[in-house]
């Protein structure tokens, strides 16, 4: 909800100065608003900064999802009050992007009660509407601040949950009740508790995610959980087959197997692994 449209103004000359790209690169941003006028406020403000481009807006928590998962922006102007999905479920949906991990997120919001949540949820500001050219400056200097040190960061965060669109819905899957994923081309299958969900992704870039003590490689189109292996099997000449607790059977390439025994943390492979 917007009050009332602040006054425009053109960013003092000192602050465009120090206002530089990151690492090189224009900075990619996402505007998450249900009201248009909001929006469009923002896009005014940033019409100031050629160094950052929008690359989506959004008017509910449904297309913001969708709209960093695909678009993988830098920054992402949030707000909270939002149908469908409200800014702080938003984040929890969206996980860590390897090395890059989570966008630097601002909320842009009408009400002050929910700030203390936001710094707990790693926000790199809060702006309360109406808020000033000069606020505004200092919220996106902070987020450049944030961006320009992560690299240098080494990430220790890994996602708990992955999320899958499936049209309007948006699935929810606890890592630990992920049993397996498969290679589908530029998808990956989530099979979990019997059912599947496809996911836009592949499956490096999910390996990349998930905890090697828990999530295994065992073939160039199969991750598996260690947790669902009962026993490994010969299948052919120097491969083998994982069966799971519920009977799955999964491929197993050599460089999988000796994975799979590493992080089983018995090179023996004394997990009911038969040759």
Same mark, same amino acid.
């Given at each position: 909800m917007l009050r009332r449209k602040p006054a425009l103004g053109v960013p003092p000359p000192a602050l465009r100065g120090r206002l530089a790209e990151v690492d090189g690169? =224009? #900075? =990619? &941003? $996402?505007?998450?608003? @249900? *009201?248009e006028l909001a929006r469009g406020f923002l896009r005014e403000m940033l019409a100031a900064h050629p160094e950052i481009e929008i690359v989506a807006e959004c008017a509910n928590g449904f297309e913001a999802v969708k709209a960093i998962v *695909? &678009? &993988?922006? @830098? #920054? $992402?102007f949030l707000d909270v009050q939002m149908p469908k !999905? @409200?800014?702080? *479920? $938003? !984040? *929890? !949906?969206?996980e860590p992007r390897g090395p890059e991990g989570t966008p630097a997120v601002i909320f842009v919001t009408a009400y002050d009660q929910y700030a203390m949540r936001a710094f707990d949820a790693h926000a790199v500001d809060y702006l309360l509407k109406p808020f000033s050219v000069e606020r505004f400056e200092r919220a996106l200097e902070r987020a450049k601040a944030r961006l320009g040190t992560r690299a240098a960061r080494v990430p220790n965060e890994r996602p708990q949950r992955l999320a899958v669109r499936d049209g309007t819905r948006v699935h929810v899957i606890p890592l630990e009740k992920l049993d397996y994923a498969e290679a589908q081309d530029d998808y990956v299958a989530l099979h979990s508790g019997g059912k599947s969900y496809l996911k836009q992704q592949t499956i490096a870039g999910l390996e990349a995610l998930l905890d090697p003590a828990r999530f295994v490689r065992i073939h160039r189109s199969a991750i598996v959980n260690l947790e669902r292996v009962a026993r490994i099997e010969p299948y052919a000449k120097e491969s083998r087959v994982a069966i799971l607790s519920d009977g799955t059977r999964l491929p197993v390439s050599r460089s999988g197997y000796a994975r799979l025994l590493e992080a089983m943390g018995d090179s023996q492979g004394s997990r009911n692994t038969t040759r």
């Open positions: 690169h =224009r #900075l =990619r &941003a $996402v505007i998450v608003d @249900d *009201e *695909e &678009a &993988a922006p @830098d #920054l $992402v !999905l @409200d800014g702080f *479920e $938003v !984040l *929890e !949906l969206i």
